[in-house]
C-alpha cells in the first residue's frame, strides 16, 4: 500500500512538471506569438503603406522627403536613412557605424563579433538604426532649460559640426562636435569608447552671452516599433533599469503600453532597453541625482518606447564659463565578463542585471561560471555541459545512494508487506501501524525516491535558463550536426530528417509539437528505460500514466535548446548506470531487460470465472 502510494505521488509530481512545462515552455508562448505576431503583423502593414507613398516634387522640381503623420521623415529601409544625413564614422574592434551629425546621435551601430546565423558570412548583427527607418532605435543626450528658460538648446534637427581632424571614432581617437545656437551658446558633444561597448559622453557649454545660463543635462534611448520578442518567461526583454532603492524596474513592452509612464528618483542609476542577447542602456554619473522615466507614446500609428533620465541639479555656467556634464552608454552584446568589469571599473550600479539571471540566479550564475571555466579547459561547450552533469551527479551522489537504497530495500520487504495487507485486510489502522513499524525495523523512507526528481527540478530549470539567455551558448557548436547549442536540434523525423521537403511546424495548433529531431528522440529512450528499471505499478491508471511519461516529454522537449536536451539525455543515462549500480550492491533484483522485453509482450486476456451460460455450479 505505501509503495502504491509512493508511485501515485511520483506521477502527481510528474503529470504536474508536465502540465506546467507545457503551459509555460508550449502553450502559452504559442499563444503570445500568435497574438504579438499579428499585432506587429497588422502594424507593419501601416507603416509599409505610409512608405509606399512616393516623395513629392515641389514645384522647382526638388524632390521632397517622405514624412509621417507628425512630419517626421520616413525611410523605406535602413540603408537610405543612414545615407540620408553626413555622419562621422565609428570603427572599433567591436563596433561598426556612425554617429549622425543632425541632432548629434548615437543611431547606427552593428557588432562585428556576432552574425545572424550560423553561418560566418552571413551578415553581423544590427543594433541601433536611425528614425524613420523600419525598426528604429537610437540613443540621445542633450540639455533642458532651467525654470521654463526660453535658452535655444540643440535638438533633433540641429546639424552639428566636426571638430578638429577627427573624423573617424575609435578605441584611440575621440570625436568632439559643435553646435552654435547663434544666440551666445556653443554646445559641445565629445564621444569616446573602449574597445567593446561602453561610450563615454561628455557634454559641454559655453557661454558668450551676458548673463547666467542653468541647463539640465539629459540622455534617452529610443525605441521605434514593437519588437519581436520571444515572450518567455525564463527572460526579460524590453525597457528595464536599476534606479538605486528602486532596485530593478522592468516592463515588458505590452505593460509599458498599459502603463503610458513610470517615473522614479535615483542618485546614479541605469535604464534603457534590453533584447534576449542584446542591450542598450543609457547610464548616469553615479554621484548625479536624477529623475528617471519609461515611456510610451503612439506617434503617427507608431509604438514609440523611451527610457530616460535628466539630472536635478542644473549646470549652472557663468558669462564667459564653460561647464560639462559626462554620461554613458552600453551599447552591445551582454557578455557577462564585459558587463562584470564596467560595473567594477565604473562602480556602476548592479549594471549585470542587464543579464536575467531568473528566479534562481542563485544556481544559475555558478551553473554558467562553472560551464564557463569547464569550456576553457575543454574548448567545447557541448561536452562543458556533460561535464557538468557529471559534477552534478557526483555532488548528489549521497541523498541519490540513500533514495536508491532505500528503493531497493522496499523491494526487498515486498513479501512481507504483501503479508502484512493479507493479515490486517479488514483493518486499515492496524495494517498501517504494521506497515511503519516494518519501515522503521528495515529503516526505510517509502518517500525518498521522490528526492531525484524534485532535486534535479531546479539544476534542470537553472541550465534552461543559462541555455536559453547567455549570449555565450549562441552559435556554441557541439558535434555533428548540432551547430547551435541554443537552438533546438535542426532534424526532424517528421521531415523524415530532411529528406520530405516541407515545414510540419507552420501547420496551426499542432504545428509546435511536429518537431522532434535526433536528440529529443534519444532523450525519450534513455528516460523510457529509466523508468524500465521499475516494474509498472499495479494500478492501471498509475502504470498509464508512467508509460506516457517518455513520450511527453519527447515532444514537449523537441522545441528546447539542443544543449539541454543533450543535459537531459546525458543524465538519464548516468541515472540509469547509477541506479541499476546502488540498488544491485543493496541486493535488490534489477530486471531491466526483463521489464523492457515485457513492455512487447502482448498481454493475456484474463479468463472469466463463470462458467459458460452466467450459472454458478
Request: proline content about 6%.
Amino acid at each position: 500500500m505505501q509503495t502504491d502510494n509512493r508511485n501515485m505521488i511520483v506521477a502527481i509530481v510528474l503529470s504536474v512538471i508536465v502540465l506546467f512545462g507545457w503551459q509555460f515552455f508550449i502553450a502559452g508562448p504559442q499563444m503570445e506569438r500568435a497574438q504579438r505576431n499579428a499585432q506587429i503583423e497588422a502594424e507593419q502593414a501601416a507603416r509599409d503603406a505610409a512608405l509606399a507613398t512616393p516623395a513629392t516634387t515641389s514645384a522647382g522640381g526638388t524632390a521632397v522627403p517622405a514624412t509621417d503623420a507628425a512630419g517626421n521623415r520616413t525611410f523605406a529601409d535602413r540603408q537610405a536613412a543612414v545615407a540620408a544625413t553626413a555622419r562621422v564614422a565609428i570603427d572599433t574592434a567591436a563596433l561598426k557605424g556612425s554617429i549622425n551629425l543632425t541632432g548629434g546621435r548615437l543611431d547606427d551601430l552593428r557588432l562585428k563579433k556576432y552574425t545572424e546565423t550560423v553561418d560566418p558570412t552571413s551578415p553581423i548583427i544590427t543594433l541601433l538604426t536611425p528614425s524613420g527607418a523600419p525598426g528604429g532605435y537610437f540613443v540621445e543626450q542633450g540639455w533642458v532649460p532651467a525654470n521654463g528658460g526660453t535658452v535655444k538648446t540643440p535638438d533633433r534637427n540641429s546639424v552639428w559640426i566636426v571638430n578638429g581632424e577627427a573624423t573617424i571614432l575609435t578605441e584611440a581617437t575621440p570625436v568632439t562636435l559643435s553646435w552654435d545656437n547663434g544666440a551666445g551658446l556653443i554646445f559641445h558633444r565629445a564621444f569616446a569608447v573602449d574597445s567593446n561597448y561602453l561610450f563615454t559622453i561628455t557634454q559641454s557649454v559655453e557661454n558668450r552671452t551676458a548673463g547666467d545660463v542653468a541647463l539640465f543635462p539629459y540622455a534617452k534611448v529610443v525605441r521605434e516599433g514593437t519588437p519581436k520578442v520571444q515572450n518567455f518567461f525564463v527572460q526579460h526583454e524590453g525597457p528595464l533599469g536599476v534606479l538605486g532603492s528602486n532596485n530593478l524596474i522592468s516592463k515588458k513592452y505590452s505593460d509599458l503600453q498599459n502603463d503610458k509612464q513610470v517615473d522614479a528618483t535615483s542618485t546614479g542609476g541605469w535604464l534603457g532597453i534590453t533584447d534576449k542577447y542584446w542591450a542598450t542602456a543609457v547610464i548616469a554619473d553615479p554621484a548625479a541625482p536624477i529623475n528617471a522615466r519609461f515611456s510610451y507614446t503612439l506617434a503617427a500609428n507608431k509604438d514609440v518606447y523611451q527610457t530616460s533620465f535628466v539630472e536635478t541639479t542644473p549646470e549652472a555656467v557663468a558669462p564667459g564659463a564653460t561647464a560639462q556634464s559626462t554620461s554613458y552608454v552600453f551599447a552591445g552584446a551582454k557578455e557577462e565578463a564585459v558587463i562584470g568589469s564596467y560595473e567594477q571599473s565604473h562602480k556602476f550600479d548592479r549594471l549585470e542585471l542587464l543579464i536575467d539571471w531568473g528566479w534562481l540566479h542563485f544556481i544559475t550564475k555558478p551553473m554558467f561560471y562553472l560551464l564557463r571555466f569547464l569550456h576553457g579547459l575543454i574548448g567545447n561547450f557541448g561536452l562543458a555541459i556533460l561535464a557538468v552533469t557529471v559534477i552534478v551527479k557526483a555532488l548528489f551522489f549521497p541523498l541519490a545512494n540513500r533514495s536508491y537504497a532505500s528503493m531497493a530495500a522496499m523491494r526487498r520487504v515486498q513479501p512481507e508487506m504483501k503479508a502484512i495487507q493479507e493479515r490486517f485486510k479488514e483493518d486499515r489502522a492496524a495494517q498501517q501501524q504494521a506497515m511503519m513499524e516494518l519501515y522503521k525495523k528495515e529503516k526505510i523512507n517509502p518517500l525518498s525516491g521522490c528526492w531525484p526528481i524534485l532535486i534535479q527540478i531546479p539544476v534542470f530549470f537553472s541550465l534552461y535558463t543559462v541555455l536559453f539567455i547567455s549570449l555565450e551558448m549562441r552559435h556554441a557548436p557541439f558535434f555533428g550536426w548540432i551547430q547551435d547549442l541554443a537552438a533546438p536540434d535542426p532534424t526532424n523525423i517528421f521531415t523524415l530528417f530532411g529528406l520530405v521537403p516541407w515545414d510540419p511546424t507552420t501547420l496551426p495548433i499542432l504545428g509546435g509539437l511536429l518537431h522532434l529531431g535526433v536528440w529529443p528522440i534519444l532523450m525519450g529512450i534513455t528516460m523510457w528505460v529509466q523508468m524500465k528499471l521499475n516494474p509498472p505499478p499495479p494500478d492501471p491508471t498509475q502504470a498509464m500514466i508512467f508509460s506516457l511519461m517518455p513520450v511527453i516529454f519527447t515532444f514537449m522537449l523537441g522545441t528546447f535548446p539542443a544543449g539541454l536536451v543533450i543535459y537531459w539525455a546525458w543524465n538519464n543515462l548516468l541515472s540509469v548506470t547509477q541506479q541499476w549500480f546502488i540498488m544491485k550492491r543493496h541486493g535488490a533484483e534489477v530486471n531491466l531487460f526483463g521489464n523492457i522485453a515485457a513492455s512487447f509482450k502482448r498481454k493475456p486476456k484474463i479468463a472469466s470465472d463463470k462458467p459458460a451460460g452466467g450459472k454458478a455450479s
